[in-house]
């Protein structure tokens, strides 16, 4: 194929796409519509997963440790816990450190303090933050196995629910893009058989003129990449600006559950280039599958 | 050249529109097929433009041969064919000039030879002035002298028109009949397949009848007995 059939085939795609003015805008609606609502679902799963991951980082396991514990015993403890990679800090706490937190040492309370000190009733501990949940049972009966840990306290209950909960959106998210997906594919390739029906007797002429079956549909293909293109510009204009308006709206909102969702929102400019990619490429690959794989489906050319 | 060598067509629903059908056909002759409604004689068009393959029999058309051909020849080999139909079969959103230039654009030709060939035909056909025209602004007779000039614009060597005059008034016939003859003086085989006898009458021409799949006559071959004729 010659350049210059190129150029004219790229400018007979863009004739198409306009002269198909209905038509391109239905499939520019559907696509966008799509790309709209998976962009929402994907940015609903961040936020979801952020909040329920500063919630996450609330959860403190305590390990008490025995008051005779020998200086061997914490190294060990402590080389164990540097080598999980699914803990975000730990923290040995002192039996003295741990008097004066819970103290909460002012001026007033320094001789309670003083006077606590040598019969210190409280315990060494570690403190450890996790930044993932997920093996936190096992890794609990492991801390109980060492020598010298007298107790662990950790929220298992609370982690459990949290992975499933991060769980359940991870697949869920998932499903709902995939449908979406699915239904955006179903849907042009529905409105491309409508437009090759409309353009049958033009594809009849190309054939019977000698065209080759690349040239008949190159316009198709240019037509969706360009449909495809152009609803991913706009979903993404679109979520970018709806989502900002959004923030904006709970900014001046005055309640508390709606200020804590606020105080852990991802800001849209974190992820623009991710959403745009994101749109470019599902857009690209739903118009040009919809129109070369379909089109060869319904022409047989 | 064509050559149609015992062809049988038994269409999908079982139509059995061709019956053991041969014929041949030299290089820049100018032939007629006739015959009644639903004899077969689009059905032997399609044939030609490789729309339809035969059941049955042989077809060989400018050294293809039709039942073998790749696939992926069929457009190159269409090429070679200019064809003119009873309806047009213009691009309405096209105007005259680029409905002519489409012909040439499907192929590799340059820019600058589209610049050239398009006009030259479009004075051939008497439609200079009409170039910037939609087809819904010209004739009936002028839309079908662009369908002609399309089918003429890549030079085949073989022009087909499947009742090209079916659509417009009688004297308009006779022009395009002329246009055809012309082109046909200049070596290019013509076979066009017409109801009109006044057409057939007024050409010189060697005339196929087509009857229920069969060819009833051909006016080259003299041996009529063969057709059931003392
Ligand atoms: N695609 C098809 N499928 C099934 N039957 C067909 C098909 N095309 C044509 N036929 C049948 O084949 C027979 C020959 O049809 P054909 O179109 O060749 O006739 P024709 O001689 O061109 O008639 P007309 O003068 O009316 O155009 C007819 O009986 C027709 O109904
Ligand atoms: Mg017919």
């Given at each position: 194929m010659a350049m210059n059939s190129i150029g004219y085939l790229i400018r007979q795609g863009i004739r198409n796409t306009i002269n198909n003015g209905v038509m391109s805008l239905a499939s520019v609606g559907v696509l966008f519509s799509c790309l709209l609502l998976i962009g929402s679902s994907v940015l609903v799963s961040l936020n979801l997963n952020n909040i329920i991951s500063d919630i996450e980082h609330q959860n403190e396991i305590v390990v008490f440790l025995n008051d005779d514990i020998s200086e061997e015993q914490t190294d060990n403890i402590s080389e164990f816990l540097s080598n999980k990679d699914f803990i975000d800090v730990f923290e040995f706490i002192t039996k003295d450190e741990a008097l004066e937190k819970h103290i909460n040492i002012t001026g007033n309370n320094k001789s309670l303090f003083e006077s606590l000190k040598d019969d210190n009733p409280l315990p060494d501990t570690y403190n450890i933050v996790l930044s993932d949940l997920s093996e936190i049972e096992d890794f609990i009966e492991e801390l109980e196995n060492f020598d010298g840990v007298e107790k662990v306290n950790a929220p298992v209950e609370v982690a459990n629910m949290i992975v499933s909960i991060k769980h359940t959106i991870g697949i869920a998210g998932i499903v709902v893009v995939f449908v979406l997906l699915l239904v955006s594919l179903v849907i042009i390739s529905n409105t491309i058989k409508l437009t090759i029906y409309n353009r049958k007797k033009e594809i009849n002429i190309m054939k019977f003129v000698g065209a080759s079956d690349i040239f008949i549909k190159l316009p198709f293909v240019v037509e969706g990449i360009f449909i495809g293109l152009m609803s991913a510009v706009l979903s993404y204009l679109v979520l970018w600006q709806g989502y900002n308006y959004l923030i904006l709206k709970m900014s001046e909102v005055d309640l508390q559950w709606v200020s804590n969702i606020y105080n852990n929102i991802i800001l849209f400019k974190d992820y623009n280039l991710y959403i745009l990619a994101g749109f470019s490429v599902v857009g690209l690959f739903i118009g040009l599958l919809g129109s070369s794989f379909f089109v060869r489906k319904y022409l047989k050319v | 050249m064509i050559k149609f060598s015992h062809v049988t067509k038994i269409y999908k629903n079982n139509t059995r529109a061709l019956n053991d059908v041969t014929f041949s056909i030299d290089h820049g002759e100018f032939v007629f097929i006739v015959g009644s409604s639903g004899a077969g004689k689009s059905t032997i068009i399609k044939h030609i433009l490789r729309e339809e393959t035969a059941t049955n029999g042989s077809i060989f058309v400018n050294s293809y041969n039709l039942n073998k051909i790749r696939r992926r020849h069929i457009p190159k080999y269409r090429r070679s064919l200019g064809v003119v139909f009873q309806d047009f079969r213009l691009i309405p959103d096209m105007n005259v000039y680029d409905n002519i230039a489409f012909a040439l654009r499907v192929t590799n030709i340059k820019n600058s030879d589209i610049k050239r060939r398009v006009p030259y035909i479009l004075n051939l056909v008497g439609l200079t002035s009409k170039a910037?025209?939609?087809?819904?602004?010209?004739s009936g007779g002028e839309q079908q002298r662009v369908a002609l000039a399309r089918a003429l614009v890549n030079n085949p060597s073989i022009i087909i028109a499947d009742e090209p005059t079916g659509n417009i008034d009688p004297e308009l016939s006779f022009e395009i009949m002329d246009l055809l003859k012309e082109i046909n003086k200049c070596g290019t085989t013509v076979l066009v397949v017409t109801h009109e006898h006044d057409l057939v009458k007024k050409i010189k021409g060697r005339v196929i009848n087509i009857e229920n799949g069969q060819i009833f006559s051909d006016s080259k071959d003299q041996d009529w007995s063969k057709y059931g004729y003392e």
């Open positions: - | 910037r025209c939609f087809p819904s602004q010209i």
